[in-house]
């Protein structure tokens, strides 16, 4: 195996966290939807397949590197959001949160002098600059536009605003 046991663990770790968010985002997808919000559904529905996509390139390093890779227990994503307002900070945190996983893998590698893995993570950490900005651009937009969540034309104008970013 080109790497240690402990990268291996960690990027097993990374496979189940970057699936669960694509469940997650599948969640929010589902739940706009039931609220009428097709625009933000589909903001939503485009990054479950974003996330199955990181998932994959893991995956295949770790094949490439004769790692064994162990398939864990997705857990249920939050579904229990009070408002679509709610649901993009929840997003943006969650974001935050595999941000702070990608760094601290990349450290991880780098502490081993692996840099095999440490030039792969680079990739991710440069996709993780660009969701940070995705979805600090949206929570900055909701602010700007004094978004509460309740429905009229602030909700059609954040729902089509989703929509444009999903293209
Ligand atoms: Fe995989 O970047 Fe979002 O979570």
Redesign the pocket.
């Known amino acids: 195996m080109l790497m240690s046991e402990n990268i291996a663990d960690k990027l097993n770790d990374q496979v189940t966290?970057?699936l669960a968010?694509s469940q997650l985002y599948l969640q929010m997808s589902l739940a706009c939807e039931a609220m009428g919000l097709s625009g933000a559904g589909a903001f939503f529905r485009s990054?479950v397949a974003?996330?199955i996509q990181?998932r994959d390139r893991i995956i295949d390093y770790m094949i490439e590197s004769d790692a064994v890779v162990n398939l864990q227990t997705i857990p249920a994503p939050e579904a229990n959001w009070k408002s679509l307002v709610d649901m993009v900070h929840s997003a943006y945190d969650?974001?935050k949160k595999?941000t702070d996983q990608i760094n601290s893998l990349t450290k991880a590698a780098l502490a081993e002098d692996d840099f095999s893995t440490f030039n792969m993570l680079q990739w991710?950490v440069a996709?993780?600059r660009e969701?940070m900005m995705l979805f600090g651009d949206v929570v900055e937009f909701m602010n700007v536009a004094g978004f509460t969540g309740d429905t009229g034309d602030q909700m059609v104008n954040m729902d089509n605003y989703l929509r444009k970013l999903s293209k």
């Open positions: 966290s970057e968010a990054h974003e996330e990181h969650h974001e595999v991710f996709e993780q969701e």
